[in-house]
């Protein structure tokens, strides 16, 4: 299975706003609208934020968006908050044989 | 409140075998994919397998195809994860997930661990 490419790591101040891209290629983003995101807190299970591409589910604030240009996906966080110092990953439908593939994380620093 | 509980991580020798668990609860479970992700600690995701509601479309990452295997029971809410000849690489957290929206996982429960390890 391939890993879509994510940056090590992301920082920012409180308030501002940091972006992450997530590459993959035109078997898995650049084919299909179903790229996904999720924040992992220390410790605890992943959650999920955005999901094809740039819906939210219920409870996930706006602050967090989602976008895709041909093989890279993008995860913007606005309006950073010290809640979002976690790990995030991206995820993509593949098609067969491995069916979905994860980014492996990048580490946002709230400084 | 939906959710999901795993169970029956814990330590094997390489070429043991092991079944986890996953019970639901506060959602029908019969209506949802799901799906197993593991991660080694302080590393990355990766999906395992998934099952569709009544068991009938199942599918597997490479690292795991013939080896391990997906089941569910809706009478008991539980999905499953059988896994044979264990390799030291197979030690990992293990999380199941509900496909609860399009190609994602929206609810995770907690994870257990699996350590292969002589």
């Known amino acids: 299975q391939s890993a879509l490419t994510q940056p090590p790591s992301a920082s920012g101040s409180p308030g501002q706003s940091v972006a992450i891209s997530c590459t993959g290629t035109?078997?898995?983003?650049?084919?299909?609208?179903?790229v996904s995101w999720y924040q992992q807190q220390p410790g605890k299970a992943p959650k999920l934020i955005i999901y094809?591409?740039?819906k939210r589910p219920p409870g996930v604030p706006d602050r967090f968006s989602g976008s895709k240009s041909g093989n890279t996906a993008s995860l913007t966080i606005s309006g950073l908050r010290p809640e979002d110092d976690a790990d995030y990953y991206c995820?993509?439908?593949?098609?067969?044989?491995?069916?979905?593939?994860f980014g492996i994380g990048t580490k946002v620093t709230v400084l | 409140e939906e959710q999901l509980v795993e169970s029956g991580g814990g330590s094997v020798q390489p070429g043991g075998s092991l079944t986890l668990s996953c019970v639901a609860s506060?959602?029908?479970?019969?209506?949802?994919?799901m799906h197993w992700v593991r991660q080694v600690p302080g590393k990355g995701l990766v999906w395992v397998s998934h099952?569709?509601?009544?068991?009938?479309?199942?599918g597997y990452g490479d690292p795991v195809k013939g080896r391990f295997t997906i089941s569910r029971d809706n009478a008991r809410n539980t999905l499953y994860l059988e896994m044979r000849s264990l390799r030291v690489d197979d030690t990992a957290v293990y999380y199941c997930?509900?496909?609860?929206?399009?190609?994602?996982?929206?609810?995770w429960g907690q994870g257990t661990l699996l350590v292969v390890s002589s």
């Open positions: 995820s993509s439908y593949a098609g067969s044989p491995n069916l979905y593939a």
């Open positions: 035109s078997s898995d983003i650049g084919m299909f609208n179903f």
């Open positions: 506060g959602f029908r479970f019969s209506d949802y994919y």
């Open positions: 099952i569709n509601g009544d068991g009938s479309v199942i």
């Open positions: 094809e591409v740039t």
């Open positions: 997930g509900r496909g609860g929206v399009p190609a994602a996982k929206d609810v």
